[in-house]
Protein backbone atom coordinates (compact mmCIF):
# COMPACT_ATOMS: atom_id res chain seq x y z
CA UNK A 1 0.00 0.00 0.00
CA UNK A 2 1.26 3.19 -1.38
CA UNK A 3 1.32 5.78 1.85
CA UNK A 4 -0.61 8.94 1.44
CA UNK A 5 1.48 12.22 0.37
CA UNK A 6 0.77 15.15 2.36
CA UNK A 7 2.42 18.29 1.60
CA UNK A 8 0.01 21.56 2.08
CA UNK A 9 0.46 23.13 5.18
CA UNK A 10 -2.99 23.50 5.29
CA UNK A 11 -3.99 19.60 5.79
CA UNK A 12 -6.04 18.80 8.37
CA UNK A 13 -4.08 16.38 9.77
CA UNK A 14 -0.94 18.65 9.86
CA UNK A 15 -3.10 20.51 12.28
CA UNK A 16 -4.01 18.02 14.05
CA UNK A 17 -0.35 17.05 15.03
CA UNK A 18 -0.11 20.50 15.73
CA UNK A 19 -2.59 20.76 18.16
CA UNK A 20 -1.95 17.65 19.58
CA UNK A 21 1.16 19.34 21.58
CA UNK A 22 -1.30 20.48 23.64
CA UNK A 23 -3.03 18.70 26.35
CA UNK A 24 -6.11 19.23 26.14
CA UNK A 25 -6.65 17.92 22.58
CA UNK A 26 -4.49 15.59 23.08
CA UNK A 27 -6.11 13.66 26.57
CA UNK A 28 -9.51 14.57 24.16
CA UNK A 29 -7.98 12.24 21.63
CA UNK A 30 -6.68 9.86 23.55
CA UNK A 31 -3.55 9.88 21.84
CA UNK A 32 -0.19 11.53 21.92
CA UNK A 33 3.08 12.57 19.50
CA UNK A 34 6.37 10.08 19.76
CA UNK A 35 8.50 11.47 17.68
CA UNK A 36 12.24 10.50 16.57
CA UNK A 37 13.69 6.77 15.55
CA UNK A 38 14.75 6.07 18.91
CA UNK A 39 11.73 6.46 20.75
CA UNK A 40 9.28 5.04 17.87
CA UNK A 41 11.66 2.10 17.88
CA UNK A 42 11.23 1.55 21.53
CA UNK A 43 7.24 2.09 21.11
CA UNK A 44 7.26 -0.50 18.66
CA UNK A 45 9.16 -2.83 20.83
CA UNK A 46 6.96 -2.77 23.34
CA UNK A 47 3.90 -3.04 20.88
CA UNK A 48 2.45 0.27 21.24
CA UNK A 49 0.07 0.04 18.47
CA UNK A 50 0.93 3.09 16.98
CA UNK A 51 -2.41 4.65 14.84
CA UNK A 52 0.17 6.57 12.14
CA UNK A 53 3.55 7.45 11.35
CA UNK A 54 4.21 10.29 9.52
CA UNK A 55 7.85 10.47 7.79
CA UNK A 56 9.65 12.97 5.46
CA UNK A 57 12.66 11.29 3.83
CA UNK A 58 14.30 14.58 3.50
CA UNK A 59 15.01 14.91 7.02
CA UNK A 60 15.86 11.07 7.46
CA UNK A 61 19.63 11.17 9.67
CA UNK A 62 20.49 7.61 8.70
CA UNK A 63 19.81 4.45 6.93
CA UNK A 64 17.06 2.30 8.84
CA UNK A 65 13.91 4.48 8.76
CA UNK A 66 12.69 2.65 5.88
CA UNK A 67 12.47 -0.97 8.36
CA UNK A 68 11.02 1.06 11.24
CA UNK A 69 9.01 2.38 9.05
CA UNK A 70 7.72 -1.26 7.42
CA UNK A 71 7.73 -2.17 10.97
CA UNK A 72 5.03 0.40 11.81
CA UNK A 73 2.92 -0.69 8.85
CA UNK A 74 3.20 -4.30 9.56
CA UNK A 75 1.99 -3.68 12.74
CA UNK A 76 -0.74 -1.93 11.78
CA UNK A 77 -0.29 2.04 11.67
CA UNK A 78 -1.18 4.36 9.29
CA UNK A 79 1.43 5.54 6.91
CA UNK A 80 2.06 9.46 5.69
CA UNK A 81 4.78 11.16 3.79
CA UNK A 82 5.33 14.63 4.50
CA UNK A 83 7.27 16.82 1.99
CA UNK A 84 10.61 18.69 4.26
CA UNK A 85 7.97 21.96 5.18
CA UNK A 86 5.20 19.72 6.11
CA UNK A 87 7.00 17.96 8.95
CA UNK A 88 8.72 21.13 9.68
CA UNK A 89 5.75 22.57 10.69
CA UNK A 90 4.78 19.09 12.84
CA UNK A 91 7.97 18.32 14.02
CA UNK A 92 8.71 20.00 17.49
CA UNK A 93 12.42 19.10 18.09
CA UNK A 94 15.14 21.32 17.27
CA UNK A 95 16.64 18.85 15.09
CA UNK A 96 13.62 16.24 13.12
CA UNK A 97 14.90 13.35 11.88
CA UNK A 98 11.83 12.86 9.50
CA UNK A 99 9.46 10.66 11.74
CA UNK A 100 6.50 11.13 13.91
CA UNK A 101 4.11 8.76 15.13
CA UNK A 102 0.69 8.82 17.06
CA UNK A 103 0.39 6.59 19.33
CA UNK A 104 -2.90 5.66 21.90
CA UNK A 105 -3.19 6.82 25.44
CA UNK A 106 -2.74 4.26 28.43
CA UNK A 107 -4.18 4.20 31.85
CA UNK A 108 -3.09 1.80 34.13
CA UNK A 109 -4.21 1.63 37.92
CA UNK A 110 -2.32 0.91 40.57
CA UNK A 111 -3.82 -2.73 40.78
CA UNK A 112 -2.84 -3.14 37.28
CA UNK A 113 0.96 -3.23 38.54
CA UNK A 114 2.07 -6.86 38.81
CA UNK A 115 4.99 -6.16 41.11
CA UNK A 116 7.57 -8.82 42.49
CA UNK A 117 7.81 -9.89 45.91
CA UNK A 118 10.07 -7.22 47.05
CA UNK A 119 9.06 -4.53 45.03
CA UNK A 120 10.96 -1.07 44.50
CA UNK A 121 9.22 1.95 43.06
CA UNK A 122 9.63 5.76 42.82
CA UNK A 123 6.77 8.23 43.64
CA UNK A 124 7.19 11.57 42.30
CA UNK A 125 4.67 14.62 43.45
CA UNK A 126 3.49 17.02 41.04
CA UNK A 127 6.73 17.30 39.43
CA UNK A 128 6.76 20.34 36.56
CA UNK A 129 9.01 19.82 34.30
CA UNK A 130 8.34 17.51 31.23
CA UNK A 131 12.43 17.42 31.13
CA UNK A 132 12.92 16.39 34.53
CA UNK A 133 10.01 13.78 34.91
CA UNK A 134 12.12 12.43 31.29
CA UNK A 135 14.90 12.40 33.01
CA UNK A 136 13.71 10.78 36.19
CA UNK A 137 12.06 7.89 34.34
CA UNK A 138 15.42 7.21 32.31
CA UNK A 139 16.92 6.78 36.00
CA UNK A 140 13.78 4.77 37.59
CA UNK A 141 14.77 2.67 34.52
CA UNK A 142 18.34 2.64 34.75
CA UNK A 143 17.55 1.74 38.96
CA UNK A 144 15.47 -1.55 37.98
CA UNK A 145 12.53 0.23 39.47
CA UNK A 146 9.46 -2.33 39.17
CA UNK A 147 7.35 1.47 38.43
CA UNK A 148 7.15 4.94 38.64
CA UNK A 149 3.98 6.22 40.19
CA UNK A 150 3.10 9.94 39.30
CA UNK A 151 1.06 11.67 41.72
CA UNK A 152 -0.81 14.73 41.26
CA UNK A 153 0.88 15.40 37.74
CA UNK A 154 1.18 19.19 36.58
CA UNK A 155 2.94 17.81 33.71
CA UNK A 156 1.28 15.06 32.12
CA UNK A 157 3.17 11.58 31.04
CA UNK A 158 2.12 12.35 27.50
CA UNK A 159 3.31 15.60 27.42
CA UNK A 160 5.97 15.84 24.22
CA UNK A 161 8.95 16.82 26.12
CA UNK A 162 8.59 14.02 28.56
CA UNK A 163 8.77 11.05 25.71
CA UNK A 164 11.65 12.50 24.24
CA UNK A 165 13.52 13.39 27.51
CA UNK A 166 12.82 9.76 28.55
CA UNK A 167 13.87 8.84 24.89
CA UNK A 168 11.85 6.13 24.81
CA UNK A 169 11.52 4.72 28.32
CA UNK A 170 8.17 5.69 29.18
CA UNK A 171 7.23 2.60 26.92
CA UNK A 172 9.14 0.32 29.30
CA UNK A 173 8.56 1.57 32.89
CA UNK A 174 5.39 1.00 33.81
CA UNK A 175 3.48 4.29 34.79
CA UNK A 176 0.73 5.17 36.98
CA UNK A 177 -0.73 8.33 37.49
CA UNK A 178 -2.68 8.84 40.85
CA UNK A 179 -3.72 11.04 43.41
CA UNK A 180 -1.55 11.15 46.82
CA UNK A 181 -4.02 10.28 49.47
CA UNK A 182 -4.93 6.89 47.08
CA UNK A 183 -1.22 6.34 46.61
CA UNK A 184 -0.19 6.58 50.20
CA UNK A 185 -3.00 4.08 50.99
CA UNK A 186 -2.05 1.59 48.57
CA UNK A 187 1.05 1.46 49.77
CA UNK A 188 0.25 1.21 53.22
CA UNK A 189 -1.96 -1.47 52.20
CA UNK A 190 0.86 -3.45 50.78
CA UNK A 191 3.31 -2.94 53.51
CA UNK A 192 5.72 -1.02 51.02
CA UNK A 193 7.94 1.73 53.51
CA UNK A 194 8.20 5.03 52.26
CA UNK A 195 11.58 7.08 52.14
CA UNK A 196 11.17 10.73 51.56
CA UNK A 197 13.81 12.76 50.48
CA UNK A 198 13.57 16.37 52.23
CA UNK A 199 16.55 18.84 53.20
CA UNK A 200 14.85 19.39 56.61
CA UNK A 201 15.34 15.84 57.36
CA UNK A 202 17.62 14.59 60.16
CA UNK A 203 18.66 11.35 58.83
CA UNK A 204 21.15 10.99 55.84
CA UNK A 205 19.63 8.82 53.01
CA UNK A 206 22.64 7.11 52.84
CA UNK A 207 22.42 6.12 56.65
CA UNK A 208 18.64 4.77 56.19
CA UNK A 209 17.68 0.92 55.25
CA UNK A 210 16.63 1.01 51.74
CA UNK A 211 16.44 -2.49 51.21
CA UNK A 212 12.76 -4.51 51.24
CA UNK A 213 9.81 -3.16 50.06
CA UNK A 214 10.59 0.48 49.05
CA UNK A 215 8.91 3.93 47.36
CA UNK A 216 10.96 6.50 46.78
CA UNK A 217 9.20 9.91 47.52
CA UNK A 218 10.42 12.93 45.98
CA UNK A 219 8.83 16.62 46.03
CA UNK A 220 8.36 19.04 43.15
CA UNK A 221 11.02 21.43 42.03
CA UNK A 222 10.12 24.74 43.74
CA UNK A 223 8.02 23.60 46.70
CA UNK A 224 9.37 19.98 47.42
CA UNK A 225 7.82 17.42 48.94
CA UNK A 226 4.05 18.73 50.06
CA UNK A 227 2.84 18.55 53.74
CA UNK A 228 0.68 15.49 53.08
CA UNK A 229 3.81 13.10 52.27
CA UNK A 230 5.88 15.02 54.78
CA UNK A 231 3.87 13.90 57.34
CA UNK A 232 3.26 10.72 56.12
CA UNK A 233 6.36 9.29 55.21
CA UNK A 234 7.40 6.25 57.14
CA UNK A 235 10.85 7.54 56.85
CA UNK A 236 12.43 11.38 55.68
CA UNK A 237 15.96 11.78 54.65
CA UNK A 238 18.54 14.04 53.47
CA UNK A 239 20.99 14.18 50.40
CA UNK A 240 24.15 16.13 52.29
CA UNK A 241 24.92 19.34 50.03
CA UNK A 242 28.83 20.91 50.04
CA UNK A 243 27.48 23.96 47.90
CA UNK A 244 25.02 25.85 46.94
CA UNK A 245 21.64 25.40 48.19
CA UNK A 246 19.67 24.58 44.98
CA UNK A 247 22.85 22.88 43.23
CA UNK A 248 21.08 19.24 43.39
CA UNK A 249 17.48 19.33 41.15
CA UNK A 250 14.56 16.65 41.36
CA UNK A 251 15.91 14.76 38.99
CA UNK A 252 19.56 14.55 40.07
CA UNK A 253 18.32 14.21 43.74
CA UNK A 254 16.31 11.34 42.44
CA UNK A 255 19.21 9.80 40.70
CA UNK A 256 21.45 9.58 43.91
CA UNK A 257 18.60 8.31 45.75
CA UNK A 258 17.89 5.48 43.92
CA UNK A 259 21.13 4.31 42.96
CA UNK A 260 22.28 4.44 47.08
CA UNK A 261 19.18 2.04 47.62
CA UNK A 262 20.09 -0.17 44.20
CA UNK A 263 23.46 -0.35 46.22
CA UNK A 264 21.85 -1.97 49.23
CA UNK A 265 19.50 -3.67 47.69
CA UNK A 266 22.48 -5.74 45.57
CA UNK A 267 24.19 -6.18 49.27
CA UNK B 1 26.49 58.51 36.76
CA UNK B 2 23.55 57.64 34.27
CA UNK B 3 23.52 54.33 32.33
CA UNK B 4 24.21 54.83 28.64
CA UNK B 5 20.40 54.13 26.60
CA UNK B 6 20.69 51.54 24.03
CA UNK B 7 17.65 51.12 21.55
CA UNK B 8 19.06 50.57 18.25
CA UNK B 9 19.08 47.19 17.04
CA UNK B 10 22.56 48.78 15.10
CA UNK B 11 24.31 49.53 18.08
CA UNK B 12 27.78 47.87 18.05
CA UNK B 13 27.57 47.22 21.70
CA UNK B 14 24.42 45.02 20.38
CA UNK B 15 25.99 43.52 17.56
CA UNK B 16 28.58 42.50 19.81
CA UNK B 17 27.05 41.09 22.36
CA UNK B 18 25.25 38.70 20.06
CA UNK B 19 28.99 37.87 18.26
CA UNK B 20 30.31 36.76 21.93
CA UNK B 21 28.18 33.91 21.79
CA UNK B 22 30.46 31.93 19.15
CA UNK B 23 33.77 30.69 20.65
CA UNK B 24 36.25 32.71 18.58
CA UNK B 25 35.04 36.02 19.05
CA UNK B 26 34.82 35.22 22.64
CA UNK B 27 38.11 33.71 22.97
CA UNK B 28 39.58 36.71 21.03
CA UNK B 29 37.84 39.44 22.99
CA UNK B 30 38.51 37.08 26.12
CA UNK B 31 35.70 38.12 27.53
CA UNK B 32 31.84 35.68 27.86
CA UNK B 33 28.84 36.52 28.58
CA UNK B 34 26.49 36.02 32.14
CA UNK B 35 23.00 35.78 31.77
CA UNK B 36 20.51 35.81 34.39
CA UNK B 37 20.23 37.07 37.78
CA UNK B 38 21.13 34.36 39.91
CA UNK B 39 24.29 33.47 37.24
CA UNK B 40 25.06 37.50 37.52
CA UNK B 41 24.67 36.97 41.71
CA UNK B 42 26.93 34.67 42.45
CA UNK B 43 29.63 36.21 39.61
CA UNK B 44 29.59 39.16 41.95
CA UNK B 45 29.59 37.17 44.99
CA UNK B 46 33.08 35.69 43.93
CA UNK B 47 33.87 38.96 42.76
CA UNK B 48 34.09 38.28 39.26
CA UNK B 49 35.00 41.76 37.88
CA UNK B 50 32.09 41.90 35.49
CA UNK B 51 33.14 44.58 32.52
CA UNK B 52 30.19 45.41 31.22
CA UNK B 53 26.04 45.08 32.62
CA UNK B 54 23.27 45.57 30.31
CA UNK B 55 19.42 45.68 31.80
CA UNK B 56 16.23 46.17 30.40
CA UNK B 57 13.95 46.66 33.18
CA UNK B 58 11.06 45.68 30.58
CA UNK B 59 12.18 42.14 31.29
CA UNK B 60 12.91 41.85 35.21
CA UNK B 61 10.71 39.06 36.66
CA UNK B 62 11.68 40.45 40.13
CA UNK B 63 12.04 43.72 42.59
CA UNK B 64 15.82 42.85 43.55
CA UNK B 65 17.34 43.94 40.00
CA UNK B 66 18.03 47.52 41.04
CA UNK B 67 20.09 46.13 43.93
CA UNK B 68 22.21 43.67 41.74
CA UNK B 69 23.11 46.72 39.25
CA UNK B 70 23.93 49.12 41.79
CA UNK B 71 25.80 46.70 43.24
CA UNK B 72 27.34 45.50 39.62
CA UNK B 73 28.21 49.49 39.15
CA UNK B 74 30.26 49.67 42.28
CA UNK B 75 32.26 46.52 41.34
CA UNK B 76 33.52 49.13 38.45
CA UNK B 77 30.66 47.28 35.91
CA UNK B 78 29.92 49.85 33.06
CA UNK B 79 25.82 50.26 32.79
CA UNK B 80 23.87 50.12 30.09
CA UNK B 81 19.94 50.50 30.04
CA UNK B 82 18.48 48.44 26.49
CA UNK B 83 14.94 48.86 25.40
CA UNK B 84 12.89 45.83 25.18
CA UNK B 85 13.45 45.36 21.77
CA UNK B 86 17.19 45.61 22.10
CA UNK B 87 17.29 43.19 25.22
CA UNK B 88 15.66 40.42 22.64
CA UNK B 89 17.98 40.69 20.27
CA UNK B 90 21.01 39.97 22.78
CA UNK B 91 19.07 37.80 25.17
CA UNK B 92 19.78 33.95 24.63
CA UNK B 93 17.73 32.59 26.85
CA UNK B 94 13.95 31.82 25.87
CA UNK B 95 12.58 33.95 28.83
CA UNK B 96 15.31 36.27 29.31
CA UNK B 97 15.11 38.57 32.96
CA UNK B 98 16.50 41.49 31.49
CA UNK B 99 20.19 41.14 32.93
CA UNK B 100 23.10 40.31 30.99
CA UNK B 101 26.73 40.65 32.17
CA UNK B 102 30.30 40.90 30.45
CA UNK B 103 32.59 38.85 32.22
CA UNK B 104 36.35 38.51 31.47
CA UNK B 105 37.83 35.07 31.22
CA UNK B 106 40.20 33.49 33.23
CA UNK B 107 42.83 31.06 33.00
CA UNK B 108 43.69 28.54 36.10
CA UNK B 109 46.84 26.07 35.60
CA UNK B 110 46.73 22.46 37.60
CA UNK B 111 49.59 24.14 40.17
CA UNK B 112 47.14 27.34 41.01
CA UNK B 113 44.63 24.87 42.96
CA UNK B 114 45.21 24.59 46.44
CA UNK B 115 44.43 21.64 47.54
CA UNK B 116 43.64 19.77 50.47
CA UNK B 117 45.06 16.88 52.09
CA UNK B 118 43.09 14.43 50.58
CA UNK B 119 41.79 16.04 47.02
CA UNK B 120 38.96 14.85 45.89
CA UNK B 121 38.58 15.94 41.87
CA UNK B 122 36.48 15.14 39.20
CA UNK B 123 38.39 14.92 35.58
CA UNK B 124 35.89 15.01 32.45
CA UNK B 125 37.41 14.22 28.80
CA UNK B 126 35.78 16.21 25.83
CA UNK B 127 32.59 16.92 26.86
CA UNK B 128 30.38 17.92 24.28
CA UNK B 129 27.03 18.83 25.24
CA UNK B 130 27.05 22.28 27.19
CA UNK B 131 23.91 21.33 29.07
CA UNK B 132 26.07 18.34 30.35
CA UNK B 133 29.09 20.34 31.43
CA UNK B 134 26.95 22.86 33.13
CA UNK B 135 25.00 19.89 35.29
CA UNK B 136 28.58 18.48 35.68
CA UNK B 137 29.19 21.40 37.19
CA UNK B 138 26.45 21.70 39.71
CA UNK B 139 26.78 18.00 40.74
CA UNK B 140 30.92 18.55 41.86
CA UNK B 141 29.91 21.99 43.60
CA UNK B 142 27.06 19.30 45.48
CA UNK B 143 29.98 16.88 46.05
CA UNK B 144 31.75 18.94 47.37
CA UNK B 145 34.77 18.49 44.66
CA UNK B 146 37.69 20.69 45.32
CA UNK B 147 38.46 20.99 41.54
CA UNK B 148 36.56 20.09 38.05
CA UNK B 149 39.78 19.35 35.45
CA UNK B 150 38.23 19.63 31.88
CA UNK B 151 40.45 17.26 29.52
CA UNK B 152 40.58 17.99 25.78
CA UNK B 153 37.27 19.88 26.26
CA UNK B 154 34.74 20.13 22.74
CA UNK B 155 32.66 22.66 23.91
CA UNK B 156 34.50 25.49 26.39
CA UNK B 157 33.76 26.66 29.38
CA UNK B 158 32.70 29.97 28.84
CA UNK B 159 29.85 28.75 26.12
CA UNK B 160 26.61 30.55 27.17
CA UNK B 161 24.72 27.31 27.80
CA UNK B 162 27.73 25.97 30.35
CA UNK B 163 26.98 29.47 32.45
CA UNK B 164 23.48 29.15 32.34
CA UNK B 165 22.95 25.03 32.86
CA UNK B 166 25.92 25.41 35.74
CA UNK B 167 23.74 28.09 37.10
CA UNK B 168 26.37 30.15 37.96
CA UNK B 169 28.71 27.32 39.94
CA UNK B 170 31.04 27.93 37.00
CA UNK B 171 32.38 31.29 39.68
CA UNK B 172 32.98 28.78 42.58
CA UNK B 173 33.90 25.71 41.61
CA UNK B 174 37.51 26.18 40.54
CA UNK B 175 38.00 24.74 36.87
CA UNK B 176 41.36 23.71 34.83
CA UNK B 177 41.20 23.11 31.50
CA UNK B 178 44.06 20.77 30.47
CA UNK B 179 45.16 17.87 28.03
CA UNK B 180 44.61 14.48 29.15
CA UNK B 181 48.58 13.53 29.25
CA UNK B 182 49.28 16.78 31.35
CA UNK B 183 46.44 16.02 33.59
CA UNK B 184 47.09 12.42 34.00
CA UNK B 185 51.05 13.05 34.89
CA UNK B 186 50.01 15.96 37.13
CA UNK B 187 47.76 13.64 39.04
CA UNK B 188 50.24 11.42 39.20
CA UNK B 189 52.56 13.18 40.69
CA UNK B 190 50.66 14.30 43.36
CA UNK B 191 49.91 10.64 43.89
CA UNK B 192 45.73 11.24 43.31
CA UNK B 193 44.12 8.06 42.61
CA UNK B 194 42.18 7.89 39.10
CA UNK B 195 38.85 5.89 39.01
CA UNK B 196 37.64 5.67 35.29
CA UNK B 197 33.86 4.86 34.40
CA UNK B 198 32.93 2.55 32.48
CA UNK B 199 30.57 0.02 30.98
CA UNK B 200 33.29 -2.49 30.28
CA UNK B 201 34.71 -2.36 33.74
CA UNK B 202 34.68 -5.63 35.86
CA UNK B 203 34.50 -4.10 39.42
CA UNK B 204 31.31 -2.52 40.49
CA UNK B 205 31.58 1.55 41.54
CA UNK B 206 30.43 0.91 44.66
CA UNK B 207 32.42 -1.72 45.96
CA UNK B 208 35.67 0.07 44.53
CA UNK B 209 37.62 2.14 47.45
CA UNK B 210 37.01 6.09 46.55
CA UNK B 211 38.47 7.23 50.10
CA UNK B 212 41.84 8.78 50.23
CA UNK B 213 43.38 11.24 47.41
CA UNK B 214 40.70 11.20 44.28
CA UNK B 215 40.07 11.83 41.05
CA UNK B 216 37.18 10.25 39.22
CA UNK B 217 37.53 10.46 35.72
CA UNK B 218 34.37 10.31 33.29
CA UNK B 219 33.98 10.06 29.30
CA UNK B 220 32.60 11.81 26.63
CA UNK B 221 28.97 11.37 25.21
CA UNK B 222 29.53 9.51 22.52
CA UNK B 223 32.25 7.99 22.37
CA UNK B 224 32.90 7.27 26.42
CA UNK B 225 36.25 7.53 27.85
CA UNK B 226 39.07 7.19 25.51
CA UNK B 227 41.80 4.64 24.92
CA UNK B 228 44.28 6.59 27.03
CA UNK B 229 42.19 7.03 29.94
CA UNK B 230 41.36 3.30 29.78
CA UNK B 231 44.60 2.47 29.89
CA UNK B 232 46.59 4.56 32.69
CA UNK B 233 43.74 4.85 34.70
CA UNK B 234 44.10 3.07 38.08
CA UNK B 235 41.11 1.52 38.58
CA UNK B 236 37.83 1.20 35.95
CA UNK B 237 34.76 0.52 37.66
CA UNK B 238 31.09 0.45 36.13
CA UNK B 239 27.65 1.70 37.14
CA UNK B 240 24.75 -1.87 37.18
CA UNK B 241 22.26 -0.49 34.36
CA UNK B 242 19.06 -2.41 34.99
CA UNK B 243 17.27 -0.83 31.92
CA UNK B 244 17.87 0.65 28.50
CA UNK B 245 22.00 0.18 27.54
CA UNK B 246 21.42 4.30 26.91
CA UNK B 247 19.61 5.05 30.08
CA UNK B 248 22.62 7.06 32.06
CA UNK B 249 24.01 10.05 30.23
CA UNK B 250 27.09 11.48 31.53
CA UNK B 251 25.87 13.80 33.50
CA UNK B 252 23.63 11.36 35.08
CA UNK B 253 26.85 8.72 35.37
CA UNK B 254 28.70 11.45 36.97
CA UNK B 255 26.51 12.05 40.10
CA UNK B 256 26.09 8.55 40.93
CA UNK B 257 29.46 8.05 41.32
CA UNK B 258 30.45 11.76 42.57
CA UNK B 259 27.88 10.83 45.69
CA UNK B 260 28.81 7.36 46.40
CA UNK B 261 32.58 8.71 46.90
CA UNK B 262 31.07 11.52 49.35
CA UNK B 263 29.20 8.68 51.33
CA UNK B 264 32.28 6.65 51.58
CA UNK B 265 34.33 9.77 52.17
CA UNK B 266 31.57 10.70 54.69
CA UNK B 267 32.43 7.88 57.06
Known sequence: MVPEKISSLQNPRIKELVRLRDRRPRDEAGVFLVEGYREIRRALEKQVPLRELYFAPDWFLGENESALIEQARAAGAQLFELTKDAFAKVAYRERPDG????????????????????????????????????????????????????????????????????????????????????????????????VATTPAAKALYSNADLRGPLAIVMGSEQYGLSEFWLKNADLPVRIPMAGQADSLNVAMATIITLFEAVRQRGK
Chains 1, 2 share one sequence.
Open 99 to 194: LLAVAPQWKRALDDLSLPAIPFLLVVEAIEKPGNLGTILRSADAAGCNAVIVCDPVTDLFNPNVVRASTGVLFSVPCVVGESAGVLAWLRDKKIRT
